[in-house]
């Protein structure tokens, strides 16, 4: 199979071209008229980094890749626009799977209004899935970037947390699945390997007045970090107000692991963490989950995790290359 | 070496933020205020693939990652915006590896007005770059894509073919030097691992009122494929018009093959292709490099390339997944 080939079956199985792509998938470029403002972000998975392909579906590898990449559009508060996908695609690879893969990213990109406009296929030595995102807004101003909280904010979360870590584990360590019911497992693992990016509730957020968002990709503590830095402020998290998932504590409990730990430090599950003032909480409604109050904006610098009757939990997140 | 530190060094090379871009790397997306039309392009090179490390020098990794994703936007007539990088780093890769390589991608974005305004790095089995860069106009109109050919329109050519596919012959072959002066020899080499994107030609191209458009990565006798399959035209080159770069000739002849072949099967010379009426011509001036009128648009389809005292040449590119 060619690469050109390959492209011409992409094509054929796209949706048809929405207004704002005048040209889509097949030309040097595509050609768009974004109208206000635009967030663009990259973001690619990497077989034996990222996932492993042993142990999902090419759909989930599709799935997973452009679901990563839209969280950060979540965390915008952006509007979901355009998808641009490069498949690195290893030999042994079948066109079949490719196709799967694709039709994993046209899913999620049809449940989310994205448009895949464009994309490139090559050869790699592991599969990889790198993706381009662009979202919108009719004004910059209306992006919520990592850079404004404000001393008095409230710090709330979107979700729970901690089952991508727990499906993580399920699935490095089939055993542990006795600790939980067969559906919360599945549960679990699904949110490993399809994390859903919370595109409704980041743009609910931005409308309700968020000063600062950002997606939990790496957890909980170390994202906060990253709030903490670009914002010039300290964030103050109260662990026991931060809800797990599920079966959380059972997986943890079975593995020998701090649940709160291994959920606020596991990361992948694309919750948002936003800040805003408290009152204009009550604003922040119509969203697909619920929304908890986790902590609060102080001055200062850093994150402190402060939980009952237990030492200051260690904000470290996964700060590795991954 | 962290991904988080990595990306704090590239921030700090980078240079200062130009007023389309809001938000520029180190949020969860860029933010920018496109103005008119956007033409969106995404590539990726990878080691062993594209290029090999063990023949080139990290910054030339990191121009021609950029320089081939830039050349789409050329052929599309757009003036170069923004870019945004991934980049996959196999174990044993250095920081001070990592950081030339931006290099070579932040000299060639200074160069041509890039902003690099976004990025993501992950741990890969092999260097992988992946471009997405975007180019603007002030309407989707002004944009050539590949589709408006035109029977009784001019096919003209920018610069010369042939330096890219000798360049990296000379590369595998380093005995075929002897062929040609050592001054062209390396000038061969650098077409080939620093690839030039033609974007001033490119928007000249397209002032004076090319039809369609494309960029010569794959080959003249593929690439014209596709302008003839996209705009449902055929294309007649006559391949004695062809200019081919000094030292062509001699390299092809002292490897065995037909230079001409050579040229426009090779690809990656990443000249320019357009078909335009052929009054408007005169009009397609102010370019960094010559023009040359090498063919005609026909009612039909597909590509003949034509040449003197010779059977047709079969126009068939590199069409496999590298």
Redesign the interface.
């Known amino acids: 199979?060619?690469?050109?080939e390959?492209l011409a079956r992409i094509r054929e199985r796209l949706p048809p071209a929405v207004p704002r792509v005048?040209?889509g998938m097949?030309?040097?470029?595509?050609?768009?008229?974004?109208g206000?403002?635009?967030?663009?972000?990259?973001?690619?998975?990497?077989d034996?980094?990222?996932f492993r392909r042993d142990r999902c579906t090419p759909a989930q590898v599709g799935h997973k890749a452009l679901a990563t990449a839209l969280s950060?559009?979540a965390?915008?508060g952006?509007e979901a626009g355009?998808a641009?996908?490069?498949l690195?695609?290893p030999h042994g690879m079948s066109e079949e799977e490719c196709i799967e893969l694709l039709d994993g990213i046209v899913t999620l990109a049809e449940r989310t209004g994205t448009a895949l406009?464009?994309?490139?296929?090559?050869?790699?030595?592991?599969l990889?899935v790198?993706m381009?995102?662009?979202?919108h807004a009719a004004?910059?101003e209306e992006?919520v970037?990592?850079?404004g909280a404000r001393p008095g904010d409230a710090l709330v979360l979107t979700g729970e947390l901690g089952a991508a870590a727990a499906g993580l584990l399920l699935l490095e360590q089939p055993e542990l699945a006795s600790a939980v019911s067969a559906e919360t497992a599945e549960r679990l693992r699904e949110r490993q390997l399809e994390p859903n990016p919370r595109l409704g509730a980041g743009r609910a957020l931005a409308r309700a007045g968020a000063t600062a968002?950002?997606?939990l990709s790496d957890g909980l503590g170390a994202d906060a970090g990253h709030v903490a830095a670009?914002s010039k402020v300290g964030l103050r998290i109260d662990g026991a107000a931060v809800p797990l998932a599920n079966g959380v504590a059972e997986i943890a409990k079975a593995a020998g692991l701090d649940p709160l730990t291994m959920a606020a430090g596991g990361g992948e599950d694309y919750e948002l963490l936003a800040a805003m003032p408290p009152e204009r909480l009550p604003a922040a409604t119509a969203m697909e989950t619920t929304l908890t109050t986790v902590g609060e904006v102080v001055e200062g610098a850093g994150v402190e995790v402060r939980r009952p009757g237990g030492p200051a939990l260690e904000p470290s997140g996964f700060?590795?290359?991954?």
Chains 1, 2 share one sequence.
């Open positions: 199979m060619g690469e050109f390959l005048r040209v097949g030309d040097d470029a595509a050609v768009t008229v974004p206000g403002a635009t967030a663009t972000s990259v973001d690619a998975i990497v034996g980094v990222h950060d559009l965390a915008m952006a355009e641009y996908v490069v690195g695609v406009a464009g994309g490139d296929v090559t050869r790699a030595p592991a990889t790198a381009t995102v662009v979202g004004s910059a992006f970037t990592r850079a968002m950002i997606d670009e700060d590795q290359l991954r």
